[in-house]
């Protein structure tokens, strides 16, 4: 890294980590933005939008069309200890419910109608019939 010219305190970050990085700063300068805008990289870190959500943002992440989706929340449980060795189990896991295939899921028509540029009273959602309702 020195012959690079990197200083030695300087240490990795993954793309999404700088991305994050990137997104709080601009938080702490305090630059106006209606939402955070992800390919499909950031879209499959888990971890990424958690954070995200976990600062109540508003944010629309690109995740590939073969990902295995839920049409609804699956059911977690601490799955029974399989014979007599080991540790008992304590993580959860998923049931046995299965996940679909984004690319074979119909999903409704709605999406967000943006207008305007200063606030976000420019939001409207659009439902499968076209009624418009304000958000």
Known sequence: MEQCGVPKEVEFQTKAQLGLEMIREAQKR?????FIGMDTHYGQQ????????????CYIADIPYDAR??????????????????????ERKLGKVNPLLLKSVKLP??????????SMSGIH???NFGHESHA
């Not at 305090?30 to 209606?34: I, L, N, S, V």
């Not at 888990?46 to 943002?57: F, G, I, V």
């Open 109 to 118: 028509r709605r999406f967000l109608h943006l207008h305007g540029s200063e």
């Open 69 to 90: 989706v839920w049409q609804s929340c699956p059911e977690t449980q601490i799955p029974k200890r399989k014979g007599n060795r080991g540790r008992l189990p304590t």
């Open 125 to 127: 959602n659009v439902d």
């Open 46 to 57: 888990p971890w990424l939008l958690a954070e995200l959500e976990a600062d109540d943002e």
């Open 30 to 34: 305090e630059m106006p933005y209606a």
